[in-house]
């Protein structure tokens, strides 16, 4: 697809160019040297304007893959990092659990001490203190077991949250290798062409004069269709469709000097540029 539009834009600019040389020699019998350099101006603008038109063309065919690359690659370094998080909080919740498990081997090892010591109590009063720390013991105990349960079942839960992620994550780097598979293709199909069409673009962008330039840049931008320099068409602007009065038209032709379309603001040249 790319190598037709290559070869209908080629086509076209040779015909324009060597449509210059006739032109340069029938300008140059009858018309001074200023005039000479008129038609050349909108002649090199023309043929940029055809140039730009097929890298756009390009650009269009590789469409919205490049960005839908980028999209799928953000994605993929979100997953990664809830992941990385993930993996961090579980980490955490694991030795929250260590440090409860700690506390209930300390409670036991009190309970135990405290048996023994009630074994040999001098006293009522000794035997109930005892008794009471006890009773804190097991309730100790008691705290700590439902935390360690409710801290396990946070554990679990990140954990089938993780196995989500990485779902998730495989079917986003396969989508990412078919995508990157698809504009590669593309992109290696027309880099050539794009890189042969940029350098054209930039040789003739050095002829033409700085201020005519920002205009024709200016124009493009602002037109929908990327096209700043059009061709009287059935007697219309090219553009816009808009009929061109006789007079203008004639002008058009003489190619003296820069004429652009009072409704749209393109540039107008003449129709034999585009050798139609
Ligand atoms: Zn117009």
Avoid: W
Wanted: aromatic share 4%; with cysteine.
């Amino acid at each position: 697809m790319a190598e037709k539009i290559k070869k209908t834009e080629a086509k076209k600019v040779e015909k324009t160019s060597a449509k210059s040389t006739t032109a340069k020699s029938e300008t140059q019998k009858s018309a001074t040297l200023s005039d000479l350099s008129s038609v050349n101006k909108l002649r090199l603008l023309y043929e940029l304007q055809i140039i730009d038109s097929s890298v756009d063309n390009i650009k269009t065919i590789r469409g919205e893959l490049p960005l839908e690359v980028q999209d799928l690659e953000d994605e993929i370094i979100g997953f990664d990092t809830r992941i990385k998080n993930t993996v961090q909080e579980i980490k955490e919740t694991d030795s929250a659990v260590a440090k409860r498990k700690g506390n209930v081997e300390t409670a036991k090892n009190l309970i135990k001490k405290y048996e023994e010591q009630q074994k040999n109590v001098r006293n009522n009063r000794e035997f109930d203190s005892l008794s009471k720390e006890l009773e804190f013991q097991g309730l100790e105990i008691e705290l700590n077991e439902k935390l360690i349960k409710e801290l396990g079942a946070k554990i679990k839960e990140k954990k089938r949250e993780i196995e989500a992620t990485k779902t998730m994550l495989a079917d986003k780097k396969i989508a990412l290798e078919e995508k990157k598979k698809e504009l590669n293709e593309i992109t290696s199909e027309t880099a050539n062409d794009e890189k042969e069409l940029e350098n054209r673009a930039e040789e003739i962008r050095s002829l033409i004069e700085p201020r005519l330039l920002t205009a024709y840049n200016k124009i493009r931008h602002n037109a929908r269709n990327g096209l700043a320099v059009v061709t009287v068409k059935r007697d219309a602007c090219g553009g816009c469709f808009n009929k061109i009065p006789p007079q203008r038209q004639l002008d058009i032709k003489l190619s003296k000097k820069v004429i652009v379309c009072e409704y749209c603001g393109r540039i107008l040249v003449d129709a034999d540029f585009a050798g139609e």
